[in-house]
């Protein structure tokens, strides 16, 4: 089993940033592609940025490509999300998770998942 962990989230405005981090604990030499997913009331859960542990190639939704980061630290085991030029529609519970292929886009291909951060963003 492999444990994630959020934290980070917060109440900022418009224009503000904010770094969330993801800690994994457990059989993390199983994993090898992690992603962030954020969903916002009434909505589904969506991709936001994903990076694999070994090589770092990452991706990005088109709705945060420029604003957001996503990076490693292999020896803490811990993933980041730097949001920066944050706006009112990045208000959503951000969740990181885990799986044991390449990193993806795709929700249904995660099988770990951490109990999520609120991110509130006020206009």
């Known amino acids: 089993q492999v444990q994630l962990v959020e934290s980070g989230g917060g109440l900022v405005q418009a224009g503000g940033s904010l770094r969330l981090s993801c800690a994994a604990s457990?059989?993390?030499?199983?994993?090898?592609?992690m992603g962030w997913f954020r969903q916002a009331p009434g909505k589904e859960r969506e991709f936001v940025a994903s990076i694999n542990w070994i090589g770092g190639s990452t991706y990005y939704a088109d709705s945060v490509k420029g604003r957001f980061s996503i990076s490693r630290d292999n020896a803490k085991i811990t993933v980041y999300l730097r949001m920066n030029s944050l706006k009112p529609e990045d208000t959503a519970i951000y969740y990181c998770?885990?799986?044991?292929?390449?990193?993806?886009?795709?929700?249904?291909?995660?099988?770990?998942w951490g109990q999520g951060t609120q991110v509130t963003v006020s206009s």
């Open positions: 457990g059989r993390t030499s199983s994993t090898v592609g």
């Open positions: 998770a885990a799986r044991s292929g390449p990193a993806t886009m795709t929700r249904e291909a995660y099988g770990y």
